[in-house]
Structures are given as C-alpha cells and as structure tokens.
C-alpha cells in the first residue's frame, strides 16, 4: 500500500494535492511520501522481529539526506557502497555502528574514511580487497568487522543487469572456495571475522531464490563453524521486488521473505542483516510530469512530456515498465486512448511506454509515474543541460523541497574555460 490515491477526482500524496506541488515546485518533480516510507520500514521489522536483527537501508536505491534522515530516526541502518554513500548516511545522522559498507571497488580511500568515521562492519567482495584492508587497519592499528560475499550461483530469476548472484556475475567469492577465503581472512592482522553475506539481485518477485540461497548459506555456517570461525551475523541482502504493474499479482509480502528467513537459517542463532532499498521507497514516490504537446504520428499519438530519460533512466536502461496516470482521475466509464509517452531528449530510447492507456490528453495536463522513488532520482543525470528535477517530501498536509531544481548560472558554473582557450 502507498499513500497516492485519488480524493475528489484528483491525485493526491497524503493530504497534498500533486498537482499543487507542480504549480509551486515546477515539473518535472519527485514526491516522496513519507507515511509510506516509515509503513514500509515497519513491515520489514515486523518481518524478522522473531529474532535480534538491523535493517539496512540500501542508500543507493534513494540518497536523498531527508529520506536518510527520516529512514536513520526509525532506527533503520545503512547498507552503502561508496564513500560518497558513507558520507551522505553519517550527514543524515546514522551512527558509524549503523551502517554496511558493501560494493565491489573499495577504495583505500574509502576505507580509511569509514574506519575513521565508525563501521559496523564491511562486506568483503574479493581477495585482493580483503589483503587490502587488512593492511590499512593494521598501519592504523584498527581491528574492524568483516563478513565475506559468497556468490551462492542461485538464479535470481530478474532482470540481466541486477542479477548478482550467478556465478558469471562480479560480485563476491565462489561459495566453493569460502573455506579457503575465510581460512585467509583469519590469518590476517587487522580483520575480525564476524560473518557472512550474499546478495542475489534486486526485483525478486519469487521467494524460491531467496530459499536456495539463505539454505546454501546456512550449509556454510555449519562448516565456517566446525572450522572455528565464530559466524555470528548473517547479512542476507535485499532485493524483494515491488510491483510495478497495478494490474499484476503482487510479489511477496516481507512478513513472507521473513518466514523464508527463520525457515532457512532461524535455527542457527545468528544475527540478521537485511538490506531492503527498493521495497521500502519505491512505491514512496512518484515523478509529476507535464505534457508539452500531443503530437499525430503516422500509426500513433505521442504524449511528449517533460519529463525525459535523464530524469528517469529505469526504462530506457532497463525496458523497466512504471505504471502511468493523469493527475485528475478520468470518470468511470471513460474513453481511454493508447498513447507513445516520450520525452523531449534527442534519443529514440526516450520513450517511457508505448500505448499506454490514458484519457484524452490535451498540453498542460499533468502525468503520474508511479513506483519512482527507488532508482529514479538516484540515477539522474543532466544529459542535454536538463537541470536535475527537484525532489519534495510530503508530510500529512505540507511538504518540503528537499532538493532544490539547479538553476542553468549553477549547471554553467560548475564547469571552467582554461585561460589559454
């Protein structure tokens, strides 16, 4: 369940009408809801509060420091996998013992900021990175927290490009060579070994992966265990799926992923890491565009909005479907026409939904894309000199601009002409 529904004929995110906020705000614009975020988080407590548990935020689904903010006071803590990251989630107020450094390409860098700043703990990707940390810690006489990915080689069964768990994929270890790894990492001054972490990709819409993973992972412990290693956290990623399309059976509920938790690896007494990006603020936000023109192909009809690609890259990157709806709600029994909806970027893959159903559109009229909030504004870029869109978060009846729309003299002054030019 979400927070934008339709009162009186027109759309709303809690007590504020969208259409509001595009008059004061502009558009395109992000909204973010924040009854739905704080719903959401509580669902996934709720999904493991048989057990002592942390559940992670995955910053790079949604950085923005009020949703970090919002999402820390819960008591939610941080999965990230830059120093940007980390640094953004300590500005929010997240405690260093609050948040998981994960990502494939630690940084020397980065790893000295987190562990001058505080980690709980970081997820080792590869050999070559653990030798590296083990030797920043040991120069800075530190002893940090670390658990190992292993690559469970289970099929997520999603899309190519966020599956992560095969074993063609870049991330983690071989689970066939855990054993050897871990043996390492014992050895090495500087680690403690604390536990273990997988992650199998992001839009999971069945449990089944989720349970061959988490039962490969419990083998794992029992064997980590026999050969001394105190395994006593298991991080076991995120990604459960959202639905995208109102009009599809829903993916599993957290309190479902939950059971598959206790069910797999309940028995083994280990503290449970989640790291939910996706499921929480996705359906969180939404992304207000304006219809520019409607234009008369030679088979079709295109909405051109001005919203475009650059603001929203899920289907252009992806294929990625978001569900698309007019601000004021067509009557019950309307006429509904199919249209291209496109943006105004020079690109032929600027193209949101072809033949989406809508009612008669005319310019000015104002669009929803709903399921926004996650991978949307975090993935913006300025292609063709298209400011960044605002983002707005909604409380009850108000709302707060919680990133600005850059004006063209900030986009110019960011770049600089050499003096011989």
Request: with cysteine; net charge negative; proline share 6%.
């Amino acid at each position: 369940m979400d927070h934008f529904l339709y009162q009186d004929g027109e759309l709303f995110a809690e007590d504020v009408p969208l259409s509001c906020i595009a008059r004061q705000v502009g558009s395109p614009v992000y909204v973010y809801s924040a009854a739905t975020l704080r719903r959401h988080f509580g669902l996934f407590r709720q999904a493991l509060d048989w057990t002592e548990h942390l559940v992670c935020f995955a910053v790079k689904s949604n950085s923005n420091l009020a949703v970090l903010k919002l999402m820390g006071d819960l008591g939610a803590g941080m999965d990230v996998v830059s120093g940007g990251e980390y640094r953004r989630a300590k500005a929010a107020g997240v405690p260093g013992e609050r948040i998981v450094f994960s990502g494939v390409g630690k940084t020397v860098a980065e790893m000295r900021l987190a562990i001058e700043g505080g980690i709980r703990q970081f997820n080792i990707e590869s050999e070559p990175e653990m030798r590296a940390l083990s030797a920043l810690a040991a120069s800075m006489g530190a002893e940090v927290p670390v658990a190992i990915r292993v690559n469970p080689d289970v099929d997520a069964k999603t899309h190519e490009k966020i599956a992560t768990g095969k074993a063609e994929n870049k991330f983690g270890i071989p689970i066939s060579r855990a054993v050897e790894v871990y043996a390492e990492a014992a050895r090495l001054p500087g680690l403690k070994v604390v536990g273990i972490d997988v992650h199998i990709g992001s839009q999971l819409t069945d449990l089944a992966p989720f349970r061959a993973a988490y039962a490969k992972v419990a083998e794992l412990t029992g064997v980590l265990r026999a050969k001394g290693h105190a395994i006593t956290r298991l991080d076991l990623g995120g990604g459960l799926g959202i639905p995208y399309r109102r009009d599809n059976n829903a993916p599993p509920l957290p309190i479902e992923y939950g059971a598959v938790i206790r069910e797999t690896v309940g028995h083994l007494g280990c503290e449970i890491e989640i790291e939910p990006g996706r499921n929480i603020v996705g359906n969180a936000g939404v992304l207000v565009s304006e219809v520019i023109y409607v234009k008369r192909g030679e088979d079709r009809d295109f909405l051109i909005v001005d919203a475009a690609m650059n603001d929203l890259l899920r289907p252009a990157m992806y294929g990625a479907h978001h569900d698309i709806v007019p601000l004021v709600e067509a009557a019950p029994g309307a006429a509904v026409q199919p249209y291209d909806v496109v943006g105004p970027v020079c690109e032929s893959g600027d193209t949101f939904q072809k033949g989406a159903e809508l009612p008669g559109m005319a310019a000015g009229d104002l669009i929803a894309f709903r399921s926004a909030g996650a991978y949307g504004a975090v993935m913006a870029s300025e292609y063709n000199s298209r400011p960044l869109v605002p983002e707005v978060l909604v409380e009850g009846d108000h709302f707060a601009v919680i990133r600005a729309r850059p004006t063209f003299e900030e986009m110019l002054g960011r770049d600089s002409i050499p003096a011989w030019l």
